[in-house]
């Protein structure tokens, strides 16, 4: 895909599938050699390469919080035509605490062949924008 629309599309459906399915339903949409790069502040910061690999870490995260899921306000074509920028809010809730924390997140993915192939978080929007060479604002 190269259709920046299409490309669109297809983010906004993944950001669906994850919310309905679960992280597991997201296999089928990752490239063989996807790689997420965690903010630095992450608890376990990465790099990680590999379907597997990502899959296990975020279900390390599942399992320190009750909830993890991103929900995205805004889908963006990046200036490049196989990236793509959402803005989204983080919601997460401490498993033992219940405690509830929503943040602002932005995420830049790369896709080729039709699937993800890089994931990068930002913990500040305008990070995520000026990545994908987007003006902020």
Do not use: C
Request: glycine content about 10%; overall charge negative.
């Amino acid at each position: 895909m190269s259709d920046p629309a299409e490309n669109v599309a297809f983010v906004e459906r993944a950001y669906g599938i994850w919310r309905d399915e679960g992280i597991d339903g997201l296999r089928s949409l990752m490239h063989d050699d996807v790689e997420w790069h965690p903010p630095p502040q992450a608890p376990e910061p990465g790099p990680f390469r590999g379907l597997e690999e990502i899959l296990r870490v975020l279900r390390s995260y599942m399992e320190s919080f009750g909830e993890f899921m991103p929900v995205p306000d805004r889908v963006l074509a990046g200036a490049e035509p196989d990236q793509v920028v959402v803005l989204a809010t983080l919601t997460t809730r401490g498993r033992e605490s219940g405690a509830e924390l929503s943040i602002p997140v932005g995420h830049l993915l790369t896709l080729r062949d039709g699937k993800v192939l890089s994931f990068q978080v930002f913990t500040e929007q305008e990070a995520a924008l000026r990545a994908a060479g987007l003006k902020p604002g």
